[in-house]
């Protein structure tokens, strides 16, 4: 199972990202650059961080017309999960995979600090890890993070339960000070109608390690979790064939050594 | 016939635009009382070769709604100068 981590000229959160899927979950991570026309058969894309195209014009306004974003948006459209944070997702915004768009601060300030989010929904390829009211330590490290759609967008969002992180304060209150960009409703992050596009400021890459926190962990155990039950093709025929305890629970450490074994295998 | 193409973005209204109010709160520190509204935004500049006006017009529109400004947050303004109306 490979996931694709999309490198723009200004990234710089891929390499994060990759040590997230590689060292943080044992899942195969491939670099795929933005001229690239191919998806390599990644099962999953990561829009990572960073500053692509060095924010000209609008944040990710030009990332969205590179090579691969035709690639991402097709796979996307045929309910691919892909996850955009921070800059990846001001370009899923700009490209139309989610609504809104992402503004200057409301402090016209870069927030760079340790923020709270709740996980609002677990239904996503990338929170099913977690439980809904979760409250989780994620860093953000952002100068245009404040969500922004009209009313009746918002509103959609939150009837159709597509507002997937909040900022909150330490008893988990959406409050004005938990707040750190200004954004409609402390929305941190949302999908996309058919939920398997998930777009977030915050950085849960960043918190995949004991030392530095591991809050971020769950995001890509879901991923890999929703990718294998969704049908890997031969991970999940394997693990069905195999009718064992690990095969009821994707996540014990048993059935990562068992990939892993598998995956070294000849 | 070549145009002078200039474009205005400014944030749309209702959306909020930190830039402008933090240039409204200067200005009003510095002494200049009776300011209002301010909108802050992006000019954008260029030369277009196109038939007619009509046909510069139309293409402007697409290029502002495709990449230019982003109509969920921003609006824009086109002013278009043919080599006849610019020259004195």
Redesign the interface.
Known sequence: MKIGIVRFPGSNCDQDCHRAVDEGVGAEAVYLWHKSHNLEGCRAILLPGGFSYGDHLRAGAIARFSPIMREVIAFARDGGPVLGICNGFQILCEAGLLPGALVRNDSLRFRSYPVRVRVEQADTPFTSEYEEGDVLRMPIAHGEGQYVADRSAIDALESERRVIFRYVDELGQPTEEANPNGSARNIAGICDEGRRVVGLMPHPERVVSNLLGADGLGVFHSLIGSVRATGDGTATQTLEAGDGPAAQAPETPATQAAEAAEASAP | MRFEIEIQVT?RE???D??GQ?IGQALDNLGYSGVHHVKAGRLVRFELDADDTDQARSSVDRMCEE??A?P??ERYEVQIRSPETASP
Do not use: F
Request: aromatic fraction near 0%; proline fraction near 17%; charge should be negative.
């Open positions: 944030p209702g959306i909020v930190p830039e933090t990449l230019i982003n969920v947050i």
